[in-house]
């Protein structure tokens, strides 16, 4: 088992520029998730998704879409890349609501 | 929407003593509160969680209180270790309504463990 994978690992975008992360698991997991960690911020919720076909913003959405097309995989979209979107990106899944979150190994976005 | 305090941000500790790490919640709805630990440029990792439902949960070195009248629950790690310095975060969430499946997260406590 691969667990929960990120592509891709580093990335540098220009401004206004465009990307897809993608998150993959292999557990069968129901839920996934999208944060950013910040120096001293901690992780903040992006977007979650509930199921495949289900999307839903969480505490920090603006700037971002999300889909949810198979059940493995949830893709997180930046349309016009901001320098305040410079961040690390981590992708997590669980099996169940409240349930043990496995988080992927990163996305580091810098955005000049 | 909730909003989680974590302190201290840095905690340094003699190899062997005790550690305390305590957060706090605003959102009386929350009844899931993990812990997650995150070493020097790895993803985190949940340690330890606890429910509403009970006051105190144990697993070896590592312990966690929750008081829901005061909103605030607390991570212990006795005995520390060299390999438990980290990085640690506290989170919350709540079974239902708006956001109600993702966590939100406390700003990390660096644990720096001094031999």
């Known amino acids: 088992n691969a667990g929960v994978t990120q592509t891709p690992k580093f990335r540098v975008l220009k401004t206004g520029q465009s990307m897809t992360l993608l998150c993959a698991q292999d557990m069968n997991h129901e839920y996934m998730y999208w944060y950013r960690q910040d120096p001293g911020m901690g992780l903040r919720l992006i977007h979650y998704?509930?199921?495949?076909?289900?999307?839903a913003k969480g505490e920090v959405p603006d700037g971002y879409n999300v889909s949810r097309l198979k059940k493995q995989n949830f893709l997180l979209g930046l349309e016009s890349a901001a320098p305040s979107q410079t961040s690390v990106y981590f992708c997590?899944?669980?099996?169940?609501?409240?349930?043990?979150?496995?988080f992927g190994p990163g996305t580091r976005l810098t955005v000049t | 929407g909730e909003n989680v305090e974590q302190h201290p941000s840095t905690l340094s500790v003699q190899e062997g003593d005790s550690a305390v790490i305590k957060c706090t919640y605003s959102d009386s709805a929350s009844n899931y509160f993990p812990w997650y630990k995150q070493e020097l440029g790895k993803r985190p990792q949940l340690i330890i969680d606890?429910?509403?439902?009970?006051g105190e949960k144990k697993d070896q070195r590592i312990a966690v209180t929750l008081n829901k009248t005061a909103k605030h629950f607390s991570l212990h790690i006795t005995e520390t270790q060299p390999e438990d310095s980290a990085v640690y975060f506290c989170a919350a969430s709540k079974g239902s309504g708006g956001g109600a499946d993702g966590l939100t997260f406390g700003k990390g406590t660096h644990l720096i463990i001094q031999p």
């Open positions: 998704s509930v199921g495949e076909g289900t999307t």
């Open positions: 606890i429910r509403s439902n009970v």
């Open positions: 997590a899944s669980s099996l169940v609501r409240q349930g043990e979150q496995y």
